[in-house]
């Protein structure tokens, strides 16, 4: 396991009703080599997080993007824009949301954003 996934399972057993943890944890974890721990931590984050936390879905949306899950990261996605609105140049940038790229859905998401 990589540092950065040790200090957010330490930071879990800490603060257990902590759903930010785990859903920035599960990137990490899958980049250590811990695929069905990652997805467990992102199904976690998911379920505790509240539905108004924009950062946590987005985070979550990220993770999803990164290991192929196109139907939960757009779901995550327009959580946000529902959410938030404004963060178009973040998205269009941020380069976690590659995979998406071209698919209409995302980019119907994209022109929703000012």
């Given at each position: 396991?990589?540092?950065?996934?040790?200090?957010?399972?330490?930071?879990?057993?800490?603060?257990?009703?902590?759903?930010?943890?785990?859903?920035?944890?599960?990137?990490?974890?899958?980049?250590?080599?811990?695929?069905?721990?990652?997805?467990?931590?992102?199904?976690?984050?998911?379920?505790?997080?509240?539905?108004e936390d924009?950062?946590?879905?987005?985070?979550?949306?990220?993770?999803?993007?990164?290991?192929?899950?196109?139907?939960?990261?757009?779901?995550?996605?327009?959580?946000?824009?529902?959410?938030?609105?404004?963060?178009?140049?973040?998205?269009?940038?941020d380069?976690?949301?590659?995979s998406?790229?071209?698919?209409?859905?995302?980019?119907?998401?994209?022109?929703?954003?000012?």
């Amino acid at each position: 396991m990589n540092r950065a996934a040790k200090l957010f399972a330490r930071a879990t057993e800490i603060a257990p009703d902590d759903y930010q943890a785990p859903a920035l944890a599960a990137q990490p974890l899958e980049e250590s080599g811990q695929p069905e721990r990652a997805l467990e931590w992102g199904r976690r984050a998911a379920e505790t997080a509240p539905p108004e936390d924009v950062t946590t879905h987005y985070n979550l949306g990220c993770f999803y993007a990164r290991v192929g899950d196109r139907d939960k990261a757009l779901e995550r996605l327009e959580r946000c824009v529902s959410l938030a609105g404004g963060f178009r140049e973040w998205i269009a940038h941020d380069r976690d949301w590659d995979s998406l790229r071209g698919d209409p859905r995302f980019e119907e998401l994209l022109t929703r954003l000012p």
